[in-house]
């Protein structure tokens, strides 16, 4: 590397302002523009510290405040810290001088890291301007502010606490209808479709509903409504059967399965509300079983979500049964002659019959 023109070994002053004095080239190292620099070669072998006290500044491009420590190595950059201000000031500008210190029995670990470490502090401090100096001053007064408020108000809260009594009362967890108990001699009321006309079934005895009829029976006669018809959802149904008859001791509904995936869901809820609130506002005090739909689970979901919540809204009982329908063998086989009719493979047969009536049955308590 050729030395700065103009200047001889160790006197500088002629050359410094032809260069930046962030800049480091080969050994060369400059300091500010100032005719007093620090001047180090390759002959050079130890790292050594450079520590110049400066007053002033010969183009003003710095405060006369923002002496430097500076620090150069033959193998390393250089960096530039701020002098503490217990250093005290110098008298004219251009006087400064400048003192080396070996640190080579520091060990080359020691100035390796403290250079390291400072390297990049260095250039960042380097760039005195006064927007960001305000910057930084705003964020940190805006900091003190901010735990200021937050302690204040934390205490304010923490005193607060200490007389403040809870006058929040939970609401009572919701409770299941329980399992309507029907009495002697019941009166009882079937609506639905399909499964409740019994379709597919050797005989009306074989079905759900005539299993519920044997059932209530054993104590005493009994006597059935039936108002079903095949194929109909439930919108159509409410039309059909506005009104429910009275003096009903348990009521069962099986609705909803011809509408899976053929009625939207919220139009299904509605129809079937209509249904049910027949049904209860002609028997208050009827027991009441809702059936879900008949059909893979994935389906019918939407529709068992509607069922659910409008019984349990009536004070029914809702009974799922898209488990049953899982079970292959309660349905078909498909093409079989059962009762007259050539069986498919969705509706229930004798054995889907018995096990739904099974399931209905397991919540209703007869006297």
Not at 329 to 354: K, T, V, Y
Request: proline letters at 7%; charged letters at 20%.
């Amino acid at each position: 590397m050729p030395r700065p023109r103009g200047g001889r070994r160790g006197d500088m002053s002629n050359s410094v302002r032809r260069y930046d004095h962030r800049r480091f080239r080969g050994d060369w190292f400059l300091a500010h523009s100032s005719p007093h620099a620090v001047h180090a070669s390759s002959s050079v072998s130890a790292p050594r510290l450079y520590s110049c006290r400066i007053s002033g500044w010969s183009h003003g491009s710095e405060p006369a405040s923002s002496q430097r420590l500076r620090i150069f190595s033959t193998s390393l950059d250089w960096i530039a810290i701020p002098l503490r201000n217990s250093i005290s000031s110098f008298g004219a500008t251009n006087s400064g001088p400048c003192h080396s210190i070996d640190l080579v029995a520091q060990g080359r670990r020691a100035w390796e890291t403290m250079l390291g470490m400072s390297k990049k502090w260095s250039r960042t401090v380097e760039k005195r301007d006064p927007k960001t100096i305000v910057f930084w001053a705003f964020m940190a007064v805006a900091i003190v502010v901010g735990v200021g408020m937050y302690w204040a108000t934390s205490a304010r809260t923490s005193e607060a606490d200490v007389d403040y009594v809870s006058t929040y009362t939970p609401a009572p967890a919701p409770t299941l209808p329980a399992t309507p108990v029907v009495k002697r001699a019941p009166n009882l009321l079937f609506y639905g479709d399909t499964l409740t006309v019994g379709s597919f079934t050797n005989d009306d005895a074989g079905t759900f509903r005539g299993r519920i009829v044997a059932a209530a029976t054993e104590s005493g006669p009994a006597t059935p409504i039936v108002m079903a018809k095949s194929g109909i959802r439930t919108g159509s149904f409410a039309s059909m059967y506005p009104d429910a008859p009275g003096g009903i001791d348990l009521a069962v509904v099986e609705l909803g399965t011809n509408d899976v995936n053929n009625t939207p869901p919220e139009a299904f809820r509605g129809a079937y509300s209509r249904v049910v609130t027949s049904v209860r506002t002609a028997n208050p005090s009827a027991g009441l079983i809702c059936a879900g739909a008949w059909g893979a689970e994935v389906n019918t979901t939407p529709y068992d979500d509607a069922i659910r919540q409008v019984c349990r809204d009536a004070g029914g009982t809702y009974v799922p049964l898209y488990s049953l329908y899982i079970n292959a063998s309660l349905r078909g086989p498909e093409g079989a002659q059962i009762g007259g009719q050539i069986a498919d493979n969705f509706h229930p047969n004798d054995l889907g019959h018995e096990a739904i009536a099974n399931a209905l049955l397991g919540n209703i308590t007869f006297e």
